[in-house]
């Protein structure tokens, strides 16, 4: 997420403090996230996508799709047996 996180934050002309401060977190938290060295739980995940206004582009690794599919990486390219 740490580009999109990034991308959106400069689209929308915020700094990492003020990202931090709405989704509830310390802005060295909020940095270490945005660069891909932390992964941050679920519910903040959301926050965060709500915060920058990302909910819903992109798929969370390992989550269920739109149609409940999974996308995580090993459930892609798996053919249903049978087929």
Request: one cysteine or more; hydrophobic letters at 35%.
């Amino acid at each position: 997420m740490g580009d999109a996180d990034r991308a959106a934050r400069l689209q929308l002309g915020l700094a990492q403090v003020e990202v931090a401060k709405k989704v509830g977190l310390k802005s060295s938290v909020y940095g270490r996230v945005e660069r891909g060295m932390m992964t941050p739980s679920v519910p903040t995940l959301r926050r965060m996508c709500e915060t920058l206004g990302i909910l819903g582009r992109a798929p969370v690794p390992g989550s269920p799709g739109p149609r409940g599919d999974n996308t995580s990486p090993s459930a892609q390219g798996r053919r249903a047996p049978g087929s």
